[in-house]
């Protein structure tokens, strides 16, 4: 088959951008041909709230030149536009509820006119996709036939090394974004420990409060973009991984931290529930509660043998999140398609 995908970003740690490299690794790896379309090969204007906007309209345009398809399978809302506009069978891809984010994000008045598009946006596509039981539910009660693909992970491509920077470690891997939970993070940061480090991996739109608090807290390491193999073995050497998203779908990010059995404490938002069982493989709190994020991490620093417990019973869990698994679903999509 010849695929072409459309999406914001393929590089960086986000996790759209891993879904869109492991999946087409996986492709590639079973003979298909893959083209990807993004902001890195595709012009943009690279100014908050113009970035995905002028993608769209870019990639529309490229799309013209791009003929002989099979599939054309575009990820989030914002590649839907040019998705259209492409030859051959189409595939959207949600990796979660796009409206929530933009009025999360953007206020309620954006979020309104991101609904209409929205709409619009499904109704192109010949099958769609959603990587979490929260984003199918949703996007059914509007009326689509929604297929549960989960995002994954290539576990045993991941590195083996651990890097450990301080005797206690916890590490956050993400977005510098509000939803993200990162001001969250920060407020939880001014209430930790001295002795416990908390390293800070990634960049965003926040991220000059983020070098606000590590002037004031010495424990509070920010090291910005932090290339995949080394955030890999920062995640392998953490007592633990915090993600306190206000908005989640499936986290590439907290399924590599199962892959590498370093425990979780995550916001009991959209997809962290369904991976995430609390008390049994990690730890899960309610979101915009800096508190109770301190007070998991201090439950898995008291008590080791339970940490290691909890390890153990999420890198059992990840093994359906792994790429063998879940390219498998996709193909099964693009061949019903083109028969």
Sequence with gaps: MQIL?????????????????????????NGHKVDVMSSENTFT???KGLKNPSFMVS??????FKKGNDIVHAHNLP???PMKNASGKKVLTLHGIYSEQVDLLHGATTGKLSSSYEMDALGWADAITAISKEAQAHYTKLGFKVHLVPNAIDISSLPKKEERLYEKQVIFAGRLSKEKG????????????PEIHLLILG????????KEVTKIRPNVHFLGYVPKERTISLIRGSDALVQPSLVEGISSTL???????TPVVASGVGGNKELLENEKSGIVVEPNMPEKVLDGIMELLSNKEKAV?????AFRQVQKYDWPEVGKLYLNIYESLLH
Aim: hydrophobic residues 40%; proline residues 4%.
């Design 203 to 210: 960049s965003g739109p926040e991220e000059d409060k983020v």
């Design 79 to 81: 590649s839907a536009l």
């Design 309 to 313: 417990k909890m390890g153990e019973e």
């Design 255 to 261: 399924l590599e931290a199962m892959a590498c059995k």
């Design 59 to 64: 990639a529309f345009l490229k799309t013209k």
């Design 5 to 29: 995908i459309i999406s914001p970003t393929q590089t960086g740690i986000g996790g759209i951008a891993q879904h869109v490299q492991g999946l087409t690794k996986f492709l590639k790896n």
């Design 182 to 193: 990162i001001l969250d993070l920060m407020e939880m940061s001014l209430k930790l420990s």
């Design 45 to 47: 204007i690279p100014i």
